[in-house]
């Protein structure tokens, strides 16, 4: 189905994708609503409350005519609760979704996969167009506090992986294929795989870390109990490091060895290299 007249609603929009497909969709000139539970939005974009636990401010969203919704899962896995706002989004005129989902979530599966096949059907009923996000590691994971600090006080990074290697993707170019599936005059319908251009095992990442930064950083490579520990020990809720470690497992048994052209597809240019992004972030790891 081709795009309508009306706004682009942005579920998590000021999250780690939402945030950066909120800029290209103004510099492109194409309205669009930034939904969070604050209803506050940065740069002067219009923004509305929204909370996948509180039903009462889904309806609201609507005030303004919704043509494409980005959905961005609820915290918990509660896949019934995102059909039923496709639903609703449906209803009021929404005529195209596109999920944010992970290369990991195989349709059908698990936390997003059930909205993947629920979109594709109602896609092949002819009722929506529709996309889903499927990319794999974030290279902005190293901003966040678990792996920040160590590498900032120990000059070592955890990982589970063994030498399994990951294609790390920035968060930049994910949202680069989220615009060009938000705004291209025919829905694309189909599933894109988005993934940086070099497998990296944590230990090609150390070494990279080690050039850019000046200083030896070292990977350490952890048990999956191990590592359970010691995303607990940093202060990670226990199912969510439980989580973690498990798909670290299984990387190290080959989960993410794959290739995808889908950003140079879509955007027209080769996904970020990971030590463009470490040169782009350096000052965040350094040492006081």
Do not use: C
């Amino acid at each position: 189905m081709s795009s309508q007249t009306g706004s682009i609603l942005l579920l998590g929009g000021t999250g780690k994708v939402g945030s950066r497909i909120a800029p290209l969709l103004h510099a492109a000139g194409v309205p669009f609503l930034v939904a969070s539970r604050s209803g506050s939005a940065p740069n002067g974009y219009k923004g509305v409350k929204f909370d996948w636990k509180d039903e009462s401010t889904w309806e609201p969203v609507f005030s303004t005519p919704i043509s494409t919704v980005y959905l961005v899962a609820p915290p918990a896995d509660d896949q019934d609760t995102m059909k039923k706002f496709v639903d609703l989004a449906l209803s009021k005129g929404a005529q195209r979704f596109v999920l944010l989902s992970a290369s990991a979530v195989e349709e059908g599966g698990p936390i997003m996969g059930k909205v993947h096949t629920y979109l594709r059907e109602l896609g092949e009923a002819g009722k929506i167009g529709w996309a889903v996000l499927r990319p794999t590691w974030f290279q902005e994971n190293f901003l966040q506090e678990h792996h920040l600090s160590a590498l900032k006080k120990e000059n070592r990074i955890y990982s589970s992986t063994g030498s399994g290697k990951i294609p790390w993707v920035s968060a930049q170019d994910i949202a680069g294929v989220a615009f060009y599936a938000l705004t291209t005059p025919q829905a694309p319908n189909t599933d894109y795989l988005i993934l940086g251009p070099e497998l990296l095992t944590y230990a090609d990442l150390a070494e990279i870390f080690t050039s850019v930064l000046g200083r030896k950083i070292t990977h350490v490579d952890l048990t999956e109990p191990e590592l359970v520990d010691r995303w607990a020990s940093v202060g990670l809720p226990p199912q969510y490091g439980a989580a973690l470690a498990a798909m670290d497992t299984a990387v190290r048994h080959g989960s993410e060895e794959r290739s995808s052209d889908a950003v140079l597809r879509t955007t027209g240019r080769e996904p970020r290299r990971f030590r463009d992004f470490v040169e782009e972030n350096k000052a965040t790891w350094a040492q006081s």
